[in-house]
Structure formats: C-alpha cells, structure tokens
C-alpha cells in the first residue's frame, strides 16, 4: 500500500470534519493530515481509514478514532521537545502524531503483536520515536521519567499511582477512567504533593489491562 493523492484528499476531508467537531489545534489538525491512517491498518479497512471511526486491529485491539486521537492530543498541550509517554501503542498511529508534534515519545504496548508491528512500521514510515516497550503500562517506565506529558489510550478502572509519580512537576496526564464507558480525565500536577483532576467528557475505549488479566 501507498499513500496517494486520493488518501491525501481524504485526509484533508477528515481534517474539516474534525474541525466542525470542535478541534481547534491547528498543530494537531496538521499531524492528523499528514499520518497517512491507513497504513497503520489492515489493508482490508484501507477504504474506510479516514471515516472518523475506530476499527479493528490485531489481538482483539482497536486503532482509535481520529476525533479521540485529535482530542487527547490537543488536551494534552504537547510542546517541542518533551517527554511524552504513552500507554497502549497499539497500532503506532497516536505515537505517529505525537512524534509529529515534536515530543520524545516512549509508549509501551502488553500485546506482542502490536508492539512487533508497530517497530516496523514506525520507522518504515519516517516515525522515531524514542522508545516502544514491550510491558505492563500500569508500571510506567520509572527509568526515563519524569515525563512532562502522559497519554493513556485504553480505558483504566482508576488513575495508577504509578503514573502520577511519573509526572513532572507541571505536567499534564491525559486518561480515559471507568469500566464500560470512560470519563476523560485530565490531571496537571501542580506540585509534588498536589494535583488538579477536570473531566472532559465520555468516551469509550478498549479495557487497560494488568499483567492478571
Ligand atoms: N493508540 C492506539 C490505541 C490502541 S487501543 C491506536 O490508536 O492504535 C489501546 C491499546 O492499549 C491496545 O493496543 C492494548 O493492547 C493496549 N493496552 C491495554 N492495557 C495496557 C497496559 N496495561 N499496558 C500497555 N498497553 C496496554
């Protein structure tokens, strides 16, 4: 599969839809017109790739919605050269973005599969991010942290403690909580003690998983 100027023109559409729903980061509206989706999926899915849907990938996991990644992405504020962990790489598509936004990326994956075809495809397509990990996200990666961002990309039962202590001072840590459908939840750690949770809406993700289950 290529990227070709029909996938680019669908992309461009896909923009504008995002644009009407309320996307208004014009850093994150040009990552999302430049990624070309569909060759973070199945070639089976390649027609529908820029439909403003989730869809199926491997290990019974999804590629999530473009308006999700748009809307994680612009309330998680990325700045040029920060350190940015993510938690469920899954398909490589929300770290593509990421990556675009100028942050050094570490996203860590619990499905092999996933994090096997995600280290090919990354830099096959021009992506480096600095780190994919094959492990349990609710650890974080205490050995490069602190991170002045944190994205969870699968729906966690509570935000891990783990991950809070991973955040800088400062920081922003953007996560989907709840069994079912999720509340997207950001927290800013405000000092070392003190953080400020905002809720920002119900969106349903794929479960956050533990080692046990
Ligand atoms: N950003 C991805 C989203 C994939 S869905 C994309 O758009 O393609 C969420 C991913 O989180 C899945 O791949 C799932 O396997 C992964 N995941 C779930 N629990 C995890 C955990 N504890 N640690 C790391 N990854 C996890």
Same mark, same amino acid.
């Given at each position: 599969?290529?990227?070709?100027?029909?996938?680019?023109?669908?992309?461009?559409?896909?923009?504008?839809?995002?644009?009407?729903?309320?996307?208004?980061?014009?850093?994150?509206?040009?990552?999302?017109?430049?990624?070309?989706?569909?060759?973070?999926? $199945?070639?089976?899915?390649?027609?529908?790739?820029?439909? $403003?849907?989730?869809?199926?990938?491997?290990?019974?996991?999804?590629?999530?919605?473009?308006?999700?990644?748009?809307?994680?992405?612009?309330?998680?504020?990325?700045?040029?050269?920060?350190?940015?962990?993510?938690?469920?790489?899954?398909?490589?598509?929300?770290?593509?973005?990421?990556?675009?936004?100028?942050?050094?990326?570490?996203?860590?994956?619990?499905?092999?599969?996933?994090?096997?075809?995600?280290?090919?495809?990354?830099?096959?397509?021009?992506?480096?991010?600095?780190?994919?990990?094959?492990?349990?996200?609710?650890?974080?990666?205490?050995?490069?942290?602190?991170?002045?961002?944190?994205?969870?990309?699968?729906?966690?039962?509570?935000?891990?403690?783990?991950?809070?202590?991973?955040?800088?001072?400062?920081?922003?840590?953007?996560?989907?909580?709840?069994?079912?459908?999720?509340?997207?939840?950001?927290?800013?750690?405000?000092?070392?003690?003190?953080?400020?949770?905002?809720?920002?809406?119900?969106?349903?993700?794929?479960?956050?998983?533990?080692?046990?289950?």
């Amino acid at each position: 599969m290529i990227d070709s100027t029909k996938h680019q023109g669908m992309r461009r559409h896909l923009v504008e839809q995002l644009r009407k729903k309320g996307i208004t980061d014009e850093e994150v509206l040009s990552a999302i017109g430049s990624v070309p989706r569909h060759l973070f999926m $199945d070639s089976g899915f390649e027609s529908h790739a820029y439909q $403003d849907k989730a869809f199926p990938i491997a290990a019974e996991q999804t590629i999530s919605q473009p308006y999700t990644v748009a809307f994680q992405s612009q309330l998680l504020q990325v700045e040029q050269g920060q350190s940015v962990l993510e938690i469920g790489t899954g398909s490589g598509y929300q770290t593509a973005v990421l990556t675009l936004l100028g942050a050094d990326v570490y996203s860590i994956e619990r499905q092999h599969q996933l994090y096997r075809y995600s280290m090919r495809q990354l830099p096959k397509l021009g992506y480096r991010p600095k780190k994919l990990v094959f492990g349990d996200g609710y650890k974080g990666l205490p050995e490069f942290a602190p991170f002045d961002r944190i994205l969870v990309t699968a729906g966690a039962t509570e935000v891990p403690k783990a991950l809070l202590n991973q955040l800088a001072i400062g920081g922003r840590m953007v996560i989907p909580v709840g069994a079912g459908t999720q509340e997207m939840i950001l927290m800013v750690r405000i000092s070392a003690k003190e953080f400020e949770k905002q809720k920002h809406g119900t969106f349903r993700f794929v479960p956050m998983l533990t080692d046990k289950n």
